[in-house]
């Protein structure tokens, strides 16, 4: 059974830091592009991050580059979001999710069939 | 405002069909990247419910149809249960965003 565990939300001041961690187990980790998603409250779907298979491939919103890194570690099956300089509009429920199908190098066309339980981020003074 | 259009909200009795609408352009759909759409119930994280424009994961009730045409695609529900009262999103690629795009979302509420 496919689970993806996430941990490491919270309340963090605006310009702080925040690491979210996203736990998988169920599947062949290494061979899947990762995805991190968020959403505002009362808002729709937001895409925040993608990593591909071996971390090599790394694609970012507009709205969070230069501030936030993903990575992988294949040998722990985690993802992980590094959040810098905060900002208000970065408050959302952030969801960790898993591509559909593996070791595919078009990973950004493709479904994500699985999803963590979401980790609520609030950035307030 | 997001890349892909969808309406806002859309309703039906139970028992009857809606379908919710997924409007792109020629950098994403049009260009013939796939489209998925996920389901997503109150307090709770997306489920996939159709990728590949037309095809469902296992589990997923044949209820549950997806078809694309140029640079729409739609998602139909046949015979609505109370259920299938939630928000639905549409995903696809866009070349000059280079980004994953969603559609704004669409609430559909049962009668």
């Known amino acids: 059974e496919v689970q993806m565990l996430q941990s490491g939300g919270g309340l963090v001041q605006p310009g702080g830091s925040l690491r979210l961690s996203c736990e998988a187990s169920?599947?062949?980790?290494?061979?899947?592009?990762l995805c991190w998603v968020r959403q505002a409250p009362g808002k729709g779907l937001e895409w925040v991050s993608g990593?591909?298979?071996?971390?090599?491939?790394?694609n970012y919103a507009e709205s969070v580059e230069g501030r936030f890194t993903v990575s992988r570690d294949n040998s722990k099956n985690t993802l992980s979001l590094q959040m810098n300089s905060l900002r208000a509009e970065d408050t959302a429920v952030y969801y960790c999710g898993k591509a559909g199908k593996a070791q595919r190098t078009d990973w950004l066309n493709l479904e994500f069939d699985f999803w963590g339980q979401g980790t609520l981020v609030t950035v307030s003074s | 405002q997001s890349v892909l259009t969808q309406p806002p909200s859309v309703s039906g009795a139970p028992g009857q069909r809606v379908t919710i609408s997924c409007t792109g352009s020629?950098?994403?759909?049009?260009?013939?990247?796939?489209v998925h759409w996920y389901q997503q119930l109150p307090g709770t994280a997306p489920k996939l419910l159709i990728y590949a424009n037309t095809n469902r994961p296992s589990g997923v009730p044949d209820r549950f149809s997806g078809s694309k045409s140029g640079a729409s695609a739609s998602l139909a529900v046949t015979g609505l249960q109370a259920e299938d009262e939630a928000d639905y999103y549409c995903?696809?690629?866009?070349?000059?965003?280079?980004?994953?795009?969603f559609g704004g979302g669409t609430k559909l509420t049962v009668l």
């Open positions: 995903q696809s690629y866009d070349s000059s965003l280079t980004d994953v795009i």
């Open positions: 990593i591909s298979t071996s971390g090599a491939s790394r």
């Open positions: 169920g599947f062949t980790f290494s061979s899947y592009a």
């Open positions: 020629s950098s994403n759909i049009g260009a013939g990247y796939d």
